[in-house]
Each structure stands twice: as structure tokens, then as C-alpha cells.
């Protein structure tokens, strides 16, 4: 227990993540990622494709129950990132991976769902009208799931959202494998496509223009457990597109540590199900996390889920500002703290190990995706 610890210490430590100076800003940290490669590809059965699509993770265990729960080990770690690819044609193969240098994993959940309730006091979300805007990074970045989900750009032709948009944790959705991928486009009272816009070409509206995905990679983590057990600590999925969608992405990035959160403070914007047709967007305080979840009380509503948790803090190397996509919004859980129910909208962190997943599963290199 104690080596395993030292490796996690190990996995975790950033450096310049700490203020120097009264002019510090807040600065993403350079982590040490692990190396995640793929070791064996079975070919599995072709699913059935027989699951309701749900647009939300209900699970009660939170912060102390996770914090409490056991480290797994190594092997365990190796086969919760071990992963299935699906593709169009409805073929679906299982992928073992390898570890190497430092490896950690996530914490265990038990527990039983209650109603959900993702509205806290003051509704303060922001539904954003106008294309000035939904064409302008970063709203540009989200796009919506025909399951009814939400995904965020993070490459030219990937995006990222919940494992459960696409699978319930024992079989594939229905619509997975014809899954499509909407993207806003302005709608024009003469027909146009908007180039040259004239006064006579104003958009009257927005409309979603479809995109195919070509393969969905979900970890295993996520298909051998489930919400109340370990898998809300793996509800991620990348999604490749047949063809590039031609817009600015967000990069990926490892979670900091919630202290060093600009103002303690997440972003991210949803397709949420009770104001159809607009992209909300919302920010709140982190109120606790542990090594995979960040528990937060952002408002939110079923359809939010799949988008991409980020924030903006400075690239030292760049001498920039930088929008990351550090986790993804999962769902709801209902705590018990001392006998009173809590509840909490969750995030799934991106850790050092599932950066180095995800980043592989984007460029299929893994020296492109040693710095975290």
C-alpha cells in the first residue's frame, strides 16, 4: 500500500502550480503523464443496440464514500482502461491496454439512486441566442448527440462526451450506431449558406447540421460497472467523426486540483432538455472532489450531459490564456452527510491516466501526449 501510494504522490505531483509572486496567475501546472498503450484487439459479437437512451448518471455515493473506498490495484487499473471500440458498420472489438511508468485508478461507489434534482435555488443558467456568439469559440466547441446528449470539439474530427450517451453500463443505446453529431448553423430567410452575408441574408434562425461518427471508444471501467459501483468514475466516451467538422477545438487537459481552479470555478455549456434548441451555458464553485470526480452545484438540467467541463488559466510556455477541457459532466448524486440528504451535479476529472487514454485515442501516438 505504501509503494502504491508513493506512485500515486508520484502521478500527481505538477509542478508551477503554486503563486511565486503577488502578479501570479493562475497557470497550468506540467504533469508527468503515464503511457497508456494498446496491447491485444479481440473482435467481440455485434451488440444489440437494445438500450433506452438516458440522458443522466443517478448515483449516492459521494465525496467520503468515494474517499473512503479502497485504491485498486494495477491489474484492476489496466482492465477498468482497457476499452471497446464500436463502429458504424456495427462491428465491436475489445482492446487490453498496458501501463507504464506510474499507474492509479478511481474510487468505488455503492449505493441506490434517488430523484434527481439538478436545480439549486436560483436557476443561473445562461441560454446563449445569436450567432455572434454560438459561432464564436468557445460555444462553437459544443455540439449535440442525436441521443440526446451533449459532446464538446476537441480535435478535427473527435469529440468527447459521457460514456452513458452512448452505452447504459450493459449494452449499447439504441441510435449508437447510427449515432450523429449536431452541429448549430445559422438558417437563412433566402437560402443561403451565409457567405457574403447581406442585409437580405439575415439569419431568421439556428438549425443542427449533421455529422456521422465513424467509432465510439468507451473504457471498461464504465461496461463492467455502473453508476453505484465504480463506473461513474469512467462515464467518458470519444467519439471520431467520418469528417472533419472545420471549427475551432478545445485541447484536453489534466484536472488541477480544485484550490488551483481560477476562483475555485468550472465552465461548460449544454444542450439542456428543458429549453430545447438553445445552448445553455453556466459556471459555479467547486465544492469538493476526489482523485476522478469534481462535486459541484451547477444548474443543470438532463441533456447537459457529455459536456465538457473547462477552464482558463495561463500557458507559460505559450504566454497565453488557455481554455482546457479538464472534465466531463456526468450527472446527479444524492449524498447522505450525518443523516441529511445532499445533493450534487458531478464531473468526471481527467486524470493524468485517462489524458493519456484519451489523447491517444485522438492521435494514435503516444509521445504526442506526454505532456498532460
Request: hydrophobic fraction near 30%.
Amino acid at each position: 500500500m505504501a509503494a502504491l501510494s508513493t506512485l500515486i504522490l508520484l502521478l500527481c505531483a505538477a509542478k508551477d502550480v503554486m503563486p511565486s509572486s503577488p502578479h501570479w496567475k493562475p497557470t497550468w501546472p506540467s504533469y508527468r503523464v503515464p503511457v497508456i498503450l494498446p496491447q491485444a484487439t479481440l473482435n467481440l459479437d455485434k451488440p444489440q443496440f437494445d438500450a433506452e437512451a438516458r440522458l443522466e448518471v443517478v448515483s449516492p455515493c459521494g465525496p467520503a464514500c468515494h474517499k473512503s473506498s479502497p485504491l485498486p490495484t494495477y491489474e484492476e487499473v489496466k482492465n477498468y482502461l482497457s476499452y471497446e471500440t464500436l463502429y458504424a458498420n456495427g462491428s465491436l472489438t475489445e482492446t487490453e491496454v498496458g501501463i507504464y511508468i506510474l499507474s492509479n485508478g478511481g474510487d468505488g461507489s455503492r449505493g441506490r439512486s434517488r430523484t434527481k434534482r439538478q436545480i439549486y435555488g436560483y436557476d443561473s443558467r445562461f441560454s446563449i441566442f445569436g450567432k455572434d456568439f454560438l459561432l464564436n469559440y468557445p460555444f462553437s466547441t459544443s455540439v449535440k448527440l442525436s441521443t440526446g446528449c451533449t459532446g464538446t470539439l476537441v480535435a478535427e474530427k473527435h469529440v468527447l462526451t459521457a460514456a452513458h450517451c452512448i452505452h447504459d453500463g450493459k449494452s449499447y443505446v439504441k441510435g449508437a450506431q447510427k449515432l450523429r453529431v449536431g452541429f448549430l448553423k445559422p438558417k437563412y430567410k433566402d437560402g443561403s449558406k451565409g457567405s457574403n452575408i447581406t442585409n437580405s441574408a439575415m439569419p431568421e434562425k439556428m438549425k443542427f447540421q449533421w455529422i456521422r461518427v465513424k467509432r465510439t471508444h468507451v473504457p471498461k471501467g464504465w461496461i463492467k460497472g455502473n453508476a453505484n459501483d465504480i463506473g461513474m468514475d469512467y462515464d467518458y466516451a470519444l467519439l471520431e467523426l467520418k469528417k472533419p467538422h472545420k471549427r475551432k477545438f478545445m485541447k484536453i487537459g489534466v484536472s488541477p486540483p480544485a484550490r488551483h481552479l481560477p476562483g475555485g470555478r468550472i465552465h461548460f455549456s449544454g444542450y439542456d432538455n428543458d429549453r430545447p434548441g438553445n445552448l445553455v451555458y453556466r459556471f459555479c464553485d467547486v465544492k469538493d472532489e476526489t482523485y476522478d470526480l469534481l462535486y459541484q452545484q451547477c444548474d443543470a438540467q438532463p441533456g447537459a450531459s457529455g459536456s465538457g467541463v473547462y477552464v482558463r488559466m495561463w500557458k507559460r510556455q505559450n504566454h497565453k490564456w488557455e481554455r482546457k477541457i479538464i472534465g466531463i459532466f456526468s450527472g446527479h448524486q444524492w449524498v447522505d452527510m450525518n443523516g441529511t440528504p445532499q445533493d450534487f451535479n458531478v464531473a468526471v476529472r481527467i486524470t493524468p491516466l485517462k489524458y493519456a487514454q484519451i489523447c491517444y485515442w485522438i492521435k494514435g501516438n503516444y509521445l504526442d501526449c506526454r505532456e498532460g
